[in-house]
T-cell receptor, first 112, second 114 residues
């Protein structure tokens, strides 16, 4: 989707490895979010950032850390990946009207 | 805590038939409500949203949803299903004063039979 770019799109990790998921938005909003999607569970909020320099835990923060590098970028880090973190990860920011969320294309992560 | 419930993890309809996907939310104050669609291996795309204006909301691709406060429901409908409607659909609520976070339902996979 135009406006929110996630990298990488696919990743396979071994248990215990670390990695950082990158997200950048050009919609000039202060807020950014990280969700994970699992079958039968919808999307669940991991972390969010209301503005540059601030971050807060969401519903499922354990095993993750985040960095709000500047207004555009919000990264998600897995320090020691576990199979339970196999999921699809979405970054989002408010849409043009400021009410809905606008999502990136997702990162499909498999931890073996 | 607020929650969203989508009835039916999988719905199957014939092409040309009515599509009805159910969503109920728990909230004492009407929040913002959304329906998103996700095609295979893609991100989420906004179908429509309710933001306290008209209770009947029209979205893209012929979908619409009606906000019913008394039933705390926001069901998604389309009069005539098309093969291209096959996808997963998510209902979501944005509670007031919670930083714009969304709470999602479990998702409903829609299949369309020829």
């Amino acid at each position: 989707n135009a406006g929110v770019t996630q990298t990488p799109k696919f990743q396979v990790l071994k248990t215990g490895q670390s990695m950082t998921l990158q997200c950048a938005q050009d919609m000039n909003h202060n807020s950014m979010y990280w969700y994970r999607q699992d079958p039968g569970m919808g999307l669940r909020l991991i972390y969010y950032s209301a503005s540059e320099g601030t971050t807060d835990k969401g519903e499922v923060p354990n095993g993750y850390n985040v960095s709000r590098l500047n207004k555009r970028e919000f990264s998600l880090r897995l320090e020691s990946a576990a199979p339970s973190q196999t999921s699809v990860y979405f970054c989002a920011t408010p849409g043009p009207a400021g009410t809905e969320a606008f999502f990136g294309q997702g990162t499909r992560l498999t931890v073996v | 805590a607020q929650s969203v419930t989508q009835l039916g993890s999988h719905v199957s309809v014939s092409e040309g038939a009515l599509v009805l996907l159910r969503c109920n939310y728990s909230s004492s104050v009407p929040p913002y409500l959304f329906w998103y669609v996700q095609y295979p291996n893609q991100g989420l795309q906004l179908l429509l949203k309710y933001t306290s204006a008209a209770t009947l909301v029209k979205g893209i691709n012929g979908f619409e949803a009606e906000f019913k406060k008394s039933e705390t429901s926001f069901h998604l409908t389309k009069p005539s299903a098309h093969m291209s409607d096959a996808a997963e659909y998510f209902c979501a609520v944005r509670p007031y004063n919670q930083g714009g976070k969304l709470i999602f339902g479990q998702g409903t996979e829609l299949s369309v039979k020829p």
